[in-house]
């Protein structure tokens, strides 16, 4: 990037979610002039909290749970007594049973049998003996730590409903990523003889969340960065990013205005990758239209459920491993927050199911889905139907980055062009990065590119999801010029992303 002094610097930032709101908070310490452009009416991204006749849900449910303190300290600066420290109870339904998860070994021994028990136990320690040689893909990955039967129990369905794709053809970066730190011993030791040493984050048993949902904390953000000169605008979809010269000149956004034209110095993207590519113009090269073309997406919706009772279920969600059943987690707002419901007699419930743009259930209209969501939390035995009084669909696209065959090396490809030839734009968060992560990764990735921008120059794709190994990595001698920031992926790790 070219040495510009603050007064000289213009950054524009695609995305109002939970990097691009953080991109825009680091740099208005240093006084560096930005605008955020959302393409959305809402700010949050996936972290959004939708209002529904007062009763409020999120996209997903997000746990607000860090080892990082810089976000800590943001997410305390942003709500202050508004954040909520909250237990947390989730489990699997199967076999139309409730299993604790995390596991709980009484729970599971008398749920599953005595036999299926030992079943699993052998299992387990076939795998001990003789693991799997090859860690390729999820199967194996999970089959490794918690030996195949456990696997086919309580892994196989539920993920196949979240990707809708064999489990073989997911790659195990994403297992190690988001189960990262637990096997079948660590998940029992957890439950037997528990420590107050720091947990994986699968065995957290409370976690932070705003009072009226994760929404709260971005409109808030959003609202205290406009007061502070910041604009957040929203319906600004950008349609065209024009470069020259190895740098982006400006970004068009189409939205309710027509177009608009914004010129910057710097830009931070978090839209999504393949959207990115193929809004550049000049086109770049074919290959690297196509390995952004390549990139697949998970779509979400959630179908919310107003239920005429008081208590449904103790769950914060509840994962449906049932395979008659397309739903895949269950969500009880309510035990998130009081906040989130506004009768108190009442319960929201979010059955969240997992889909392609375009396909059956994205395609089905609002009515058919409600349907579908009666009939199958009544086959599930948790509410009668005469009970379920209103309800409503929110459709999300591209919720989820997919981790399927070749992905990394797509990536790789547009990464090594976007580095060298558009010098000046930098890509951060969940799909800006098309890396499966949490919110804070996110937002970590998005104040490392602000700090680039005041003049550091760290390898944002170095981040770590999470920063459990970060006085290993203070040992690890830099590779090169660029920097590698306090919380970094090993090194084979980075080679492969």
């Not at 449910?61 to 989730?90: A, C, Q, Y």
């Not at 179908?303 to 005429?308: A, F, G």
């Not at 890396?435 to 170095?462: E, F, P, V």
């Amino acid at each position: 990037m070219r040495a510009r002094s603050a007064t000289q610097r213009q950054v524009v930032i695609i995305g109002g979610g939970p990097a691009g709101l953080t991109a825009a908070l680091e740099l208005s310490k240093h006084d560096i002039p930005a605008v955020v452009l959302e393409a959305d009416k809402q700010v949050g991204g996936i972290a959004r909290t939708v209002n529904y006749k007062g009763y409020l849900f999120d996209i997903g449910g997000h746990r607000f749970f860090t080892k990082w303190e810089e976000v800590n300290r943001m997410w305390r600066e942003i709500l202050g007594d508004k954040f909520l420290t909250r237990p947390r109870l989730s489990r699997i339904y199967y076999r139309k049973k409730f299993f604790l998860y995390p596991l709980v070994a009484k729970n599971a021994l008398f749920g599953l049998g005595l036999i299926e028990t030992v079943r699993i136990l052998a299992s387990y320690l076939r795998a001990c003996i003789s693991p799997s040689s090859k860690e390729d893909n999820f199967e194996q990955w999970v089959s490794n730590r918690f030996g195949k039967r456990l696997y086919e129990i309580f892994f196989k369905t539920y993920t196949e409903k979240v990707w809708g794709i064999p489990c073989t053809s997911i790659s195990a970066v994403w297992a190690a990523q988001r189960i990262r730190g637990l096997s079948l011993m660590t998940a029992v030791r957890n439950a037997l003889l528990p420590d107050k040493k720091p947990k994986a984050k699968t065995l957290i048993d409370q976690f932070q969340y705003p009072e009226r949902g994760p929404g709260q904390m971005w409109e808030n953000l959003a609202e205290q960065l406009g007061h502070a000169g910041y604009p957040v605008l929203m319906e600004r979809p950008v349609v065209r990013i024009h470069h020259s010269g190895g740098e982006v000149t400006r970004l068009v956004t189409r939205g309710r205005d027509g177009e608009e034209s914004f010129a910057g110095t710097d830009f931070i993207s978090s839209m999504p990758i393949r959207e990115l590519i193929n809004a550049l113009e000049p086109q770049p090269p074919q290959a690297i239209l196509e390995a952004a073309n390549r990139l697949r997406y998970r779509d979400f919706l959630i179908v919310s459920l107003i239920v005429n009772r008081k208590d449904v279920a103790p769950d914060n969600w509840i994962y449906v491993h049932e395979p008659g059943v397309k739903v895949g987690r269950i969500q009880n707002f309510k035990n998130w927050s009081a906040a989130m419901v506004p009768d108190p007699n009442k319960t929201c419930l979010g059955m969240e199911y997992f889909v392609f743009e375009n396909d059956e259930l994205w395609s089905s209209s609002d009515e058919q889905l409600l349907e579908l969501a009666r009939r199958e939390i009544a086959q599930l035995g948790l509410v009668r139907p005469e009970e379920i009084e209103d309800g409503t669909v929110v459709r999300m696209k591209k919720a989820y980055p997919m981790y399927d065959d070749g992905w990394d090396a797509q990536v790789k490809i547009i990464r090594d062009y976007i580095e060298s030839n558009l010098r000046n734009l930098q890509m951060v968060g969940r799909n800006g990065m098309h890396k499966y992560n949490n919110q804070d990764h996110s937002m970590i990735t998005a104040m490392y590119a602000a700090r680039n921008i005041l003049g550091a120059n760290y390898d944002l794709w170095a981040i770590n999801t999470e920063p459990d190994y970060h006085e290993e990595h203070q040992k690890e001698p830099a590779r090169g010029p660029v920097a590698r920031p306090a919380y970094a992926e090993p090194a084979r790790i980075i080679e492969t992303a």
